[in-house]
């Protein structure tokens, strides 16, 4: 293996970009947009929700991804992108709460750092939200929880890699791939053609069209999601990521807050371009019921991500038979999974030995009707369900 083309300069582009450059492969990273994470992984909440991961293999893989992010923020050093808070959480009504607690209980027993609390922790752990908003009996903390600056870890990572003799090609989109005898060799990209030992599709929401051009088709849908961003908060700022009804809050690295809600998110259409008629200033009136501070406040950005949701809520990696050298690489936790799966992803490119780990995700297995991820399920439950095509 000496050369490779990666399709996508995103969280799972930019890892396994700079794993395969450091391996001494030579590294063409080809992407659409103008400049690196412009696309869904500038536009998503990039906090590490390992603990809402089933089933128990895939919550280990979110584990390990976890983890692999210190060892490479330690390694690589410069700015931080991952900014270890606490994770607090409620719910509203019994049923709900009951819910909650059995997550808390079972995330426990796999080794999570978690506990239950009184709704009194909030003063202590996150003093800028207003105690009246939580009605809850208890809260679940988790205390190894953290947020992701998302675009600065992209940039860290793609920097490395050209440190490693990683080539950028920015603002070109891939309109088609180059086969010599049944196998994929390149990709045609603008008015060039970029030859290769293996293209590697990292394109997120456009993984899909990639892979079309090879004949394949991935179990995959494009979901839209809107975040909004304030500028810094006047008084208190925010210390903890919260999940609260309605509504997820994190810090951002200008002292503001990222705002998302799966149930504004529903009301997004399913179009490219869908319509936000709204729905940005909706989000931040949810988001100043919890935190005053954000009355103060003015929206400084607003932005939406189209995801990469496989049907069964697990990663797609690898490549499907009828396409060899096209290998793929797509996940609805792309953030948190980057560094794990762009590690062992380049590791089985570079030595064409299979990861056992990855064995679950292959793109060709069968997905059933369910959603194993049950952080999916919860999501799914808040929109419209398309009608899946045979």
């Given at each position: ?44 909440f990039?906090a ?13 893989l ?49 080794g999570?750092d978690?506990?239950?609390?009184p709704?009194?922790?909030?003063r202590?752990?996150a ?6 908003a ?9 205390g ?20 490693h ?15 010599v ?10 008015d ?17 069209r990639v ?22 908060l ?5 210390t ?27 009301r ?5 371009q869908p ?12 988001a ?7 009355a ?6 607003a ?19 009828g ?34 780990e990855l064995?679950?995700?292959?793109p060709?297995?069968?997905?059933p ?10 999501m ?11």
């Open positions: 293996m000496e050369s490779a083309v990666v399709v996508g300069a995103g969280v799972l582009g930019a890892c396994v970009s700079y794993h395969l450059a450091r391996a001494g492969v030579r590294v063409v990273v080809v992407e659409e947009e103008a400049r690196p994470a412009a696309g869904t992984s500038g536009a998503t990039s590490d929700v390992t603990h809402l991961k089933t089933p128990y293999a895939y919550y280990r979110n584990r390990q991804g976890s983890d692999e992010h210190r060892f490479l923020s330690e390694a690589l050093g410069g700015p931080a992108w991952r900014h270890p808070a606490p994770l607090l959480q409620w719910a509203d009504g019994d049923a709900a709460q009951q819910a909650l607690r059995e997550r808390a209980l079972r995330a426990q027993g796999w999570q978690c506990r239950l609390a709704p009194s922790v909030l202590e752990l003093p800028a939200v207003d105690p009246a939580c009605g809850a009996d208890e809260v679940v903390v988790h190894s929880a953290c947020w992701f600056d998302a675009p600065r870890f992209v940039h860290t990572l793609l920097d490395a890699a050209v440190r003799g990683a080539e950028t090609r920015l603002g070109v989109a891939v309109t088609g791939l180059t086969r005898a049944g196998r994929i060799t390149g990709v045609v990209a603008g060039r053609s970029f030859s290769a030992d293996a293209v590697v599709n990292c394109a997120g929401p456009g993984a899909d892979a079309g051009f090879a004949g394949v088709r991935l179990p995959m849908r494009r979901v839209p999601g809107l975040v909004t961003e304030s500028d810094a006047a008084g208190a700022p925010l903890a990521i919260v999940a609260a009804p309605d509504i997820d809050l994190r810090p951002t690295p200008g002292g503001g807050v990222l705002a998302l809600s799966w149930d504004v998110d529903a997004l259409d399913g179009a490219v319509r936000v008629d709204g729905l940005p200033r909706e989000l931040h009136r949810r100043g019921t919890v935190l005053p501070g954000l103060r406040a003015r929206i400084e950005d932005r939406i991500g189209v995801r990469p949701v496989p049907h069964d809520g697990l990663p797609l990696v690898g490549e499907v038979p396409a060899p050298g096209l290998y793929h690489l797509v996940s609805h936790s792309a953030v948190t999974l980057a560094p794990v799966l762009g590690r062992l992803a380049a590791q089985e490119i570079t030595t064409g030995r299979p990861a056992t064995t679950a995700y292959r060709d297995r069968a997905v009707g369910d959603v194993h991820d049950e952080n999916l399920r919860a799914n439950r808040r929109r419209p369900q398309p009608q899946r095509e045979p």
